[in-house]
């Protein structure tokens, strides 16, 4: 494994003999995560996918998914996403296109002293028109309070992640390397409910050996938890 992502990150970031665009995008999502259980969770997602910041659209997405909290620092989902791509860019698809989605995840959670670190793979089945394509996402993300009240509570923090998608079915050609997202932001919480977040991602994605886009997107986030147990002891 550690070879493999050595592999990724050296051909990524080194591969100049392609004609890579430079392009410039926005996303705009909303996360939800309702504990419904001492286990289970509802998970959804909406995101409003911007090119030429936001004048185009370049995707559309939403996601509604559960996940299980099989041990405190290991947790698994699954869930659906309906997205809708468009044409964009220096490398456009041809047509406007639907994917519908079916995930499957796992999660380890650790912290180091301030610095909570979160591990994982997420397998997606991209059920296209006249295919189904098969792709495996390896995450890593930490996060940490920079500024907290005299309390103790975070006024800001700082969220750093990285994904590498592996196309994994014949389609791939035993070319599996497809994507790879870095992202960093600084986390606002608005109350105990809802966090905003601001930051940058650098999208890589290799579409063909010769075609490659870097998408330099501006990001906002607003994630929404909350814990339904503690309503229902209440009634």
């Not at 079916?102 to 295919?131: A, H, P, W």
């Amino acid at each position: 494994m550690k070879k493999t992502l050595v592999v990724v990150f050296v051909f990524s970031f080194l591969n100049g003999n392609a004609q890579k665009a430079d392009q410039f995008n926005s996303w705009w999502y909303y996360s939800g995560k309702y504990q419904l259980t001492e286990k289970f969770n509802l998970e959804t997602l909406y995101s409003w996918s911007r090119h030429n910041f936001v004048k185009d659209w370049q995707q559309s997405k939403l996601r509604l998914g559960t996940s299980y909290d099989h041990l405190k620092n290991i947790s698994f989902g699954a869930g659906y996403e309906w997205v809708v791509l468009f044409p964009y860019g220096a490398h456009p698809v041809p047509t406007k296109r639907t994917e519908h989605r079916i995930y499957e995840y796992f999660t380890i959670k650790n912290k180091i002293k301030k610095v909570s670190v979160n591990y994982g793979m997420l397998l997606e089945q991209r059920i296209m028109k006249d295919r189904t394509r098969h792709r495996l996402r390896l995450v890593f993300s930490a996060k940490t309070p920079i500024i907290r009240s005299k309390e103790g509570k975070t006024i800001i923090g700082l969220s750093f992640s990285n994904q590498v998608f592996l196309d994994v079915d014949k389609y791939a050609n035993n070319k599996n390397f497809s994507q790879n997202r870095i992202y960093g932001a600084f986390d606002i919480p608005l109350n105990n409910a809802l966090t905003l977040s601001i930051g940058y991602m650098n999208q890589y994605i290799i579409i063909k050996e010769n075609r490659i886009e870097n998408n330099h997107t501006f990001m906002v986030k607003l994630s929404h938890k909350i814990d339904f147990r503690n309503k229902k002891k209440s009634l």
